[in-house]
C-alpha cells in the first residue's frame, strides 16, 4: 500500500511556473514507476508525464513536451512536476499516481497505475 499526497498547486498567470510535488508514505517508494495525470470536469483523466523507479526513463504528452518535467528524489519519497510557460488550458486538478510495474507500453493508461493521491488544483489565468 502507497499513500499519496500532491502539493503546489494555485492559481497562476499564463506564462507563469509551478512546482507541484507528491509525497509518498507506505511500501518502498523507490519500487514505483510514478505519474501524473490531470483532469477537467467533464473530461477523462489525461496522461501528464511519467518517471521509471530509478528516474532514468522519464515520458511526457505531447501537449506539455518541453515545458513540464518530471524527477524524482527516491530519498525523500517525493516526485516533483516541474511546469513551466504555462497556459491557460493546463488549467485542470492534477494527480500523482504509483505504478508498481515497471512498462514500457500502457505508461499513459490511468488504469495501469495502483495508487492516486487526491489531487491539486492548478488554476492558470490569462
Known amino acids: 500500500q502507497v499513500q499519496l499526497v500532491e502539493s503546489g498547486g494555485g492559481l497562476v498567470q499564463a506564462g507563469g511556473s509551478l512546482r507541484l510535488s507528491c509525497a509518498a508514505s507506505?511500501?518502498?517508494?523507490?519500487?514505483?514507476?510514478m505519474g501524473w495525470f490531470r483532469q477537467t470536469p467533464g473530461k477523462e483523466r489525461e496522461f501528464v508525464a511519467r518517471?521509471?523507479?530509478?528516474?532514468?526513463?522519464?515520458y511526457y504528452a505531447d501537449s506539455v513536451k518541453g515545458r513540464f518535467t518530471i524527477a524524482r528524489d527516491n530519498a525523500k519519497n517525493t516526485v516533483y512536476l516541474q511546469m513551466n510557460s504555462l497556459k491557460t488550458e493546463d488549467t485542470a486538478v492534477y494527480y500523482c499516481?504509483?505504478?508498481?510495474?515497471?512498462?514500457?507500453?500502457?505508461?499513459?493508461?490511468?488504469?495501469?497505475?495502483?495508487?492516486w493521491g487526491q489531487g491539486t488544483q492548478v488554476t492558470v489565468s490569462s
Open positions: 499516481a504509483a505504478d508498481r510495474t515497471d512498462r514500457l507500453y500502457g505508461l499513459d493508461k490511468s488504469s495501469e497505475y495502483d495508487y
Open positions: 507506505g511500501r518502498s517508494f523507490s519500487d514505483y514507476a
Open positions: 518517471i521509471n523507479w530509478r528516474g532514468a526513463r522519464t
